[in-house]
């Protein structure tokens, strides 16, 4: 059978598919030097594996207490040593990304500190952990201040702005590198070690932390080689590879991590405990796989910017621009093209391809949103997956796919639905 009729197979018609091919063909070399920072990445999680002499014992678990468990503990070495940082906490006891920043954020600031974002608006959910929406047990409940400087029009840091912005009181500044559910571009490593090396020479003592959520192996440098003291995700996205169940991250400077493990456990047991119960093997194995998934989301992301702005409409990032995380923003102007948009990723999932994803509303979020996801891992969003929070400007965020072909599936996918509903046509 011809790929042609597989894709039929699927519900693809063939002028959605030659449309697809012709984009396709355009891409070869930039998929080339995706590839390029996949090998290196995957050289660099082998390098920090055996440099770590990670074993066969690493990968089972403990229970309990989890006194020493060498696989948790040689794990965090490992990240430590990838990161080149200092130290490592790396747990599934760490439920989500939003519980690794807001234990990050929480652990090192006190009353009285104030907290800055210098590159605007942080993730909607972290609204509520800094108490920028009122919510029980924010920062803001316990005296912690905060102080935000937008980021200028055309994406740039308003420097001045910023400088005036750092007082007395600033602790800790929180610099998101992923554009989350903004349609701002994200931040290179690059840019944010500029920012960093700016606020250090205000004031030295301040914490930089970075929200490194989907950026992970991106690029050949994370923030922590610019000087971030804090660097902070999630484990169901990039760095997880698709097979950690769960788990997040903080790595950094030695203090910062301590301050995180006292107050993910608690004062007096810090790292001691946590047992790892039997999630070692995917969180290793997660690990080796994250820099070719990553490369592969990445893929399908460029395809979906290439196919969408060819049809009209406003993506960031741009057809051709460069990548520093991999989600991909499409404005589509109507709630309803965003629904037909979720429901067509949903349609090319292996997992639940039959349900039909609809606005709900979610916690930590201050609008409906709809959500498609058929993840082997619950909410994965490293797996093929679409949001849209139904606001204006009814903006789609497309992220993932563990492999290309799948995230090259769901992208058909979508703008098939697209055609059915009568909201675009292609010749
Ligand atoms: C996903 C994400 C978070 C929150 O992570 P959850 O695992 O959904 O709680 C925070 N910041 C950014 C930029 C993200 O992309």
């Known amino acids: 059978m011809e790929i042609k009729e597989m894709y039929q197979n699927l519900g693809i018609q063939e002028n959605v598919y030659q449309f697809g091919e012709e984009i396709l063909r355009k891409l070869e070399e930039r998929f080339q030097k995706i590839d390029q920072t996949a090998e290196y990445n995957q050289l660099k999680v082998v390098h920090a594996m055996q440099t770590n002499r990670v074993s066969e014992a690493c990968l089972l678990g403990t229970t309990g207490y989890g006194y020493n468990d060498i696989g948790r503990d040689t794990l965090e070495a490992v990240y430590a040593s990838l990161f080149h940082a200092e130290d490592a906490l790396v747990r599934p006891q760490i439920t989500c990304g939003t519980h690794a920043l807001a234990l990050a954020l929480m652990s090192n600031l006190r ?18 952990v800094i108490g920028i929406r009122e919510s029980k047990g924010s920062l803001r409940e316990y005296g912690i201040t905060y102080k935000q400087v937008d980021l200028l029009p055309e994406g740039a840091f308003d420097y001045e702005a910023i400088k005036n912005a750092i007082g007395e009181k600033t602790k800790l500044v929180t610099i998101q590198r992923s554009k989350g559910y903004q349609t701002r571009p994200t931040l290179s490593v690059k840019q944010i070690g500029e920012l960093i090396t700016f606020i250090k020479n205000i004031k030295p003592e301040i914490l930089c932390m970075v929200d490194n959520c989907y950026g992970e192996f991106v690029e050949t440098i994370e923030p922590t080689d610019v000087g971030a003291d804090m660097v902070v995700g999630s484990l169901i996205k990039n760095p997880g590879g698709g097979l950690a169940p ?9 203090e910062c991590v301590e301050n995180a493990a006292f107050r993910l456990t608690s004062p007096g047991l810090g790292k001691e405990v946590g047992a790892s119960l039997g999630v070692m093997s995917s969180f290793y194995e997660g690990l080796f796989l994250a820099p070719t ?8 992301a460029i395809f979906a910017a290439n196919i969408y702005e060819k049809l009209g409409f406003a993506v960031v990032p741009n057809s051709t621009e460069s990548r520093h995380d991999i989600i991909q923003a499409v404005t589509l102007g109507k709630p309803e093209s965003v629904v037909a948009f979720c429901k067509g990723i949903q349609a090319a999932a292996s997992v639940d391809s039959f349900v039909s994803p609809e606005p709900w509303a979610m916690p930590g979020y201050d609008s409906d949103v709809i959500m498609a996801a058929g993840a082997f891992v619950s909410g994965s969003s490293i797996e093929l997956s679409a949001d849209g929070p139904i606001k204006p400007p009814y903006v789609v965020y497309f992220q993932g796919g563990l492999t290309f072909p799948h995230a090259k599936l769901g992208i058909l996918k979508s703008l098939q639905a697209l055609v059915d509903a009568g909201l675009i046509s292609i010749k």
Not at 111 to 125: A, Q
Not at 246 to 254: H, P, Q, R
Not at 294 to 299: E, I, N, Q, V, Y
């Open 246 to 254: 769960i788990g997040g991250y903080i790595v950094g400077k030695k």
């Open 111 to 128: 009353p009285g500190d104030e907290l800055l974002s210098p590159v605007g608006k942080p993730y909607d959910t972290l609204e509520e």
């Open 293 to 300: 998934v990553t490369a592969s989301a990445l893929k399908g």
